[in-house]
């Protein structure tokens, strides 16, 4: 029973540290609103948006068969839901988090495609989104690019046109040679900090909740360490007195009755001292998974500094070329 107050104290911390729960939200989609164009390119769109949600993990969806049959269960027409509020009725009626509707419209030679995102708790849109296509061919990419920033994400398309457009301008730079002054940088940043102060290289390092849940933690247990010290100092104090007045008396009583008092003190003075201890090395297991941490954290941001091989376009030869990236900061 003197462990159980250290065990659940390590095991809390070491949930923090190391332990991360997702949950993803339920989504219910309707079919976007053709307008100007055939239902089916419509209905085609919509399931691969559905597909891309799921796929990337970005949401649980409800298959279309079961939303359908929901709404003929329950006399909902889909052409006739079209308020915020409908939606959100449908919504309950799946047990989702949010519905997600929207248009497809044809003119001017482009399409105009809006998606709403809306929350079933509260009624009303949570997230708007427009995007403008030049032709139904990339109607496909759309969609999954859609699905990505309905939860203000980037699609892998987008990640690897701005990493595209960031090689040609590191290509374009290499034109005119900038000589960069480098200075040492110390490794161990966050590490040294933990080691001095529990929680100050989280802090440092932007873990701030984790940061200041150690700094805390480390005060709490300071705390009691020292009432548990000073409780063994007075008990310390009270035994000797005990202990010199059982020695004093004469009295068969008197000297029965100081036994009983001298073992009793006896035992809260040895409680006092292990809970002491218990709770130093509870401090001290806290601060060594600190620095542990911090030392995870240096150790990541040396490996993203570490030189880069790409393979890219020069414009300049029309051919492929390796390229060596280094950070300097």
């Known amino acids: 029973m003197k462990c159980l107050g250290f065990i659940l104290t390590l095991f809390f911390h070491f949930n923090i540290l190391f332990s991360q729960s997702v949950e993803l939200p339920q989504v219910g989609v309707l079919d976007f609103e053709p307008r100007g164009i055939p239902t089916s390119l419509s209905q085609r769109f919509t399931e ?53 509707s929207g248009s497809i419209e044809y003119s001017d030679s482009v399409y105009v495609i809006d998606m709403n995102m809306v929350s079933v708790n509260t009624g009303s849109i949570e997230k708007s989104k427009t995007m403008v296509v030049g032709n139904n061919q990339n109607l496909k990419d759309d969609s999954e690019t859609l699905a990505w920033n309905a939860f203000d994400l980037k699609s892998p398309q987008q990640i690897a046109a701005i990493e595209e457009r960031e090689r040609i301008a590191r290509i374009a730079s290499r034109e005119e040679v900038v000589p960069v002054e480098i200075k040492a940088q110390f490794k161990w940043p966050s590490a040294l900090r933990s080691t001095l102060v529990p929680g100050w290289g989280q802090l440092y390092s932007d873990h701030r909740r984790l940061g200041w849940s150690l700094m805390g933690s480390e005060l709490a247990l300071g705390g009691l360490a020292l009432i548990f010290y000073k409780s063994y100092e007075y008990q310390l104090k009270d035994l000797d007195l005990y202990n010199r007045m059982y020695a004093s008396t004469t009295d068969q009583n008197k000297v029965k009755e100081f036994r009983e008092i001298i073992l009793k003190a006896e035992k809260d003075h040895i409680r006092h001292i292990d809970n002491f201890t218990y709770t130093l090395f509870a401090m001290g297991s806290i601060w060594a998974l600190n620095i542990v941490h911090a030392v995870i954290v240096d150790l990541d941001r040396e490996v993203s500094k570490m030189p880069q091989l790409d393979i890219v376009y020069n414009k300049s030869t029309n051919q492929p070329q390796l390229s060596l990236s280094i950070a300097l900061d």
């Open 48 to 100: 691969d948006f559905r597909n891309e949600l799921e796929k990337a993990n970005l949401a649980q969806v409800i298959d279309r068969g079961t939303l359908l049959s929901t709404l003929e269960d329950r006399g909902y027409e889909r052409t006739n839901c079209t308020t915020d509020h409908c939606e959100a009725l449908i919504g309950k009626l799946l047990d989702v988090k949010f519905i997600i």
